[in-house]
């Protein structure tokens, strides 16, 4: 059979029902977008989630404190990330006794109202030092960071992000030099973000406060202990030597003699990067699988019309072998017929999920990520629905005996 037979067969064979038709193709489409859309979906996660490991800063460990095991617990480590273990001569030590080390950054966070003349927030207080802008990459719009001497002398001096300065001071204000009051106490701003957006598990700096570290256990907390500590190295390369060499500081510092007691933990961020991407892949797999299985039944549809059609064509089917068509182009033209009808599908379908995701990333504010490879699998897939479930109808339709298919009522 000539292609341009084949062709106009197949057009006329799909075009004769088409409410059938569309039906069927329908199935795929829902199929194929609920795919793409899911995948999307999956992917936007995995990227927002990378985005936001990477704010942290480049190159990074981050000393997390925790309680002691006990053998009354069985060795589980309780308090991790909330106990008072970590101090800020910790800190000091690291940034003084270890090599290839570019900056360390102790952290206390706590969350307070921030009131300026009439207006009133709340938001997060950061207070850092003044490696914690080279860290976290940080980008004044206006004035200047804390410096050492704010953190020798705990002056109450703050560093507000751009949507702190809209809530208290309005849009396209410059508030330097103006006070916020926080916890009964006022600092004068010396410095305005940029402003960076985001947000996710780590925070938006543009909804936060810095202070200086040794401000915030003075007037806000009456505390020794820091929250956290952030040590950037010079290289990747560095990142495990540190590790360890920090690992043997602080127990040396915390008294402590056997490692498994450490009342601290260091996270890698190359390994959280990877432990967070495993966890998104699974996430999208399992999205995919169940935008998969409306694909499948898109499959299943086609095959059911396709049988249907082989059923009323029957006595066609019996005069066009009478008249010397062969097994294989009666094949061809019931296949053919199945796998437009998929590809069809699958064009609508990936026009509509990429339609899709971007209405969910605009509107649902749900980060969404199309990329080609999720196109060309929902395309690759569509086409062997088509040939799958177009088999069997085929074969079906070639190995009709003409006599009884001329016979057939």
Known sequence: MLFNDLYNETISAIT??????????????IGITSVIAMISIGQGAQKSIEDNIQSMGANLLQISPGAQRTQATGGVNFGRGTAQTLTYKDAQD????????????PEISQRYQITAKTNN??????GVVPDYALIKSLELEEGSFISDQDINSSNRIAVIGSTIRDDLFGEESNPIGEKIRINNFDFKIVGILKSKGGGGVFGNQDNMVFVPLTSMQTYFSNISYVNSINVQ???QEDLKNAEETITSLLLINHKIVDPTQADFQITNQADLIDAASETTKTFTVLLAAIAGISLL????GIMNMMLTSVTERTREI????????????INQQFLAEAIVLTLSGGIIGIILGCLLSFIISEFADISTEISLPS??????????????????????????NPIEALRFE
């Open 297 to 300: 039944v898109g499959g299943i």
């Open 233 to 235: 190295t010079n290289k």
């Open 318 to 329: 019996g005069l066009r072998k009478a008249i010397g068509a062969k097994r294989e182009e």
């Open 16 to 29: 004769i029902n088409k409410t059938r038709s569309a039906l069927t193709i329908l199935g795929v489409v």
């Open 94 to 105: 690291i940034k003084e006794q270890i090599s290839n080390i570019r900056a360390v950054s």
């Open 121 to 126: 927030t709340n938001a997060q207080i950061m």
């Open 375 to 400: 196109i060309l699998l929902a395309f690759g897939v569509s086409a062997l629905i088509g040939i799958i479930f177009g088999y069997y109808p085929a074969q079906r339709a070639s190995k009709l």
